[in-house]
């Protein structure tokens, strides 16, 4: 079966401008959650998303924001962008919430200038 | 709060010598342990968890609550183990959030 996407794949974005990135889950996958990894801070969780309603939510400003749709597709979003937003942006899908495997996308590359 | 310590950045062995990849935990509840693993171009991918209790391409991990480390073993290193691996932890109640350490880069020298 067809793994996660992302889109796009590469971005390069200005300060101040605002950026929104794509991802389609698994077939089937009601859980999506998204995480930033940057070579200081590592891999850091942003939010989880299941049947459309967010789950969790980690030590992000409210900059960063997102929403899954009723097909269980999800978006995130980050306003007025800063340079220490440059990251890779990953997401996960998994079945159902609680002890079941999650799979990764490819990342968006994000460069903020 | 949760917090997941992988004290080493790189690991080189050699081909056919043991691997350990340490990891050790913070948290008070109880935990769910990950591994997970990276091949150079390809995708974060789940490579063992501590509730299945099982082998995967030779590596196992053995959750220990009194030391807090889910420490990462295999009894003889292959070329084909080089790869970026990161110990998660999860937590009953935490749905899918997990929360990973830096990472250990293995190199497996010939």
């Known amino acids: 079966k067809a793994g996660v996407t992302q889109t796009p794949r590469y971005l390069i974005k200005t300060r101040g401008q605002q950026v929104t990135l794509s991802c389609s889950p698994i077939s089937g996958h009601r859980s999506v959650s998204w995480y930033q990894q940057t070579p200081g801070q590592g891999l850091q969780f942003l939010f989880e998303y299941f049947s459309e309603t967010q789950r969790n939510k980690g030590n992000f400003p409210g900059r960063f924001s997102g929403r899954q749709f009723s097909n269980s597709r999800s978006e995130m979003n980050v306003s007025t962008l800063e340079l220490g937003d440059s990251a890779l942006y990953l997401c996960?899908?998994?079945?159902?919430?609680?002890?079941?495997?999650?799979?990764f996308g490819p990342g968006t590359r994000l460069t903020v200038t | 709060a949760q917090r997941v310590t992988q004290p080493e950045k790189l690991l080189s062995v050699f081909k056919g010598a043991p691997v350990e990849l340490k990891c050790n935990y913070s948290y008070s509840g109880s935990p769910e342990l990950f591994w997970y693993v990276q091949y150079s171009r390809q995708r974060l991918q789940l490579l063992l968890r501590h509730i299945s209790r099982e082998s995967i391409k030779g590596f196992t991990a053995d959750l220990n609550k009194g030391e807090t480390s889910f420490h990462l073993k295999k009894p003889f290193a292959q070329e084909e183990d080089s790869a970026m691996y990161y110990c998660?932890?999860?937590?009953?109640?935490?749905?899918?959030?997990?929360?990973f350490g830096t990472g250990t880069q293995l190199k497996v020298e010939l």
């Open positions: 998660a932890l999860g937590f009953t109640g935490g749905g899918n959030k997990l929360t």
């Open positions: 996960a899908s998994a079945w159902d919430r609680g002890k079941y495997e999650q799979y």
